[in-house]
Each structure stands twice: as structure tokens, then as C-alpha cells.
């Protein structure tokens, strides 16, 4: 079973930093793509940061310049975020297009349970 599990938010001023981290485990054939979502209360998922196959990255508006998506390993990425402000505070969730052994031809998505970023004004 493929999971992705993260780790490292918590509560933070504004102008602190975080380290997001998120570790993917289970019988995995190849990861295609990993990145974060965010979702703060009364609003839609958003995409904040994705790195994909070759390296290529894309970042929303919003965080460029402040946050920095990177891959560790081979089923490992973070998300260094930096002058954060009260805005960034939602609930962030790692995200990842995963090829599994039982089905290696295609690719599925597979979520974090989320953790939880405040940054306090």
C-alpha cells in the first residue's frame, strides 16, 4: 500500500520559517511528480509548489521567492518556506503522481493526511 505521510508544520510568527517534509513509503514502481497543496478554512485547494520529472518546478504566485520545493531522495521532498506570513496558514497537504508495482503502466495520485501550518501575525 502506498502511502505519503509529512511532517514539520506547527506554529510560527510572521517572518519565521518551516521545513515541510514528506516521505513516500509502499511498493512504488517510479514517482512521476511530487508537491504541496494548501487549504486554508472557507477556501479551495490550491496548488503551492510541484516538482516534477526533469526537475521542473512551478510555484504559485503567492510564495515565489519565499518558499523552495525540493527532492531529497527518491521518495522524499520538502518545502522550505520562508518569510511566511499570516496568509500561508492552512492546512498543507503533500501530493504525488505514483506509478505502484501492483500497476505500473499507469499512474494514480496519492495524498498526505495534511498538517497543519499557522503563522500568527
Known amino acids: 500500500q502506498v502511502q505519503l505521510v509529512e511532517s514539520g508544520g506547527g506554529l510560527v510568527q510572521a517572518g519565521g520559517s518551516l521545513r515541510l517534509s514528506c516521505v513516500a513509503s509502499?511498493?512504488?514502481?517510479?514517482?512521476?511528480?511530487m508537491g504541496w497543496y494548501r487549504q486554508a478554512p472557507g477556501k479551495q485547494r490550491e496548488l503551492v509548489a510541484v516538482?516534477?520529472?526533469?526537475?521542473?518546478t512551478n510555484y504559485v504566485d503567492s510564495v515565489k521567492g519565499r518558499f523552495t520545493i525540493s527532492r531529497d531522495n527518491a521518495k522524499n521532498t520538502s518545502l522550505q518556506m520562508n518569510s511566511l506570513l499570516p496568509e500561508d496558514t492552512a492546512v498543507y497537504y503533500c501530493?504525488?503522481?505514483?506509478?505502484?508495482?501492483?500497476?505500473?503502466?499507469?499512474?494514480?495520485?496519492?495524498w498526505g493526511q495534511g498538517t497543519q501550518v499557522t503563522v500568527s501575525s
Open positions: 516538482l516534477t520529472s526533469g526537475d521542473r
Open positions: 509502499g511498493r512504488i514502481f517510479s514517482i512521476n511528480a
Open positions: 501530493y504525488a503522481k505514483i506509478r505502484p508495482y501492483f500497476d505500473y503502466v499507469r499512474e494514480y495520485e496519492y
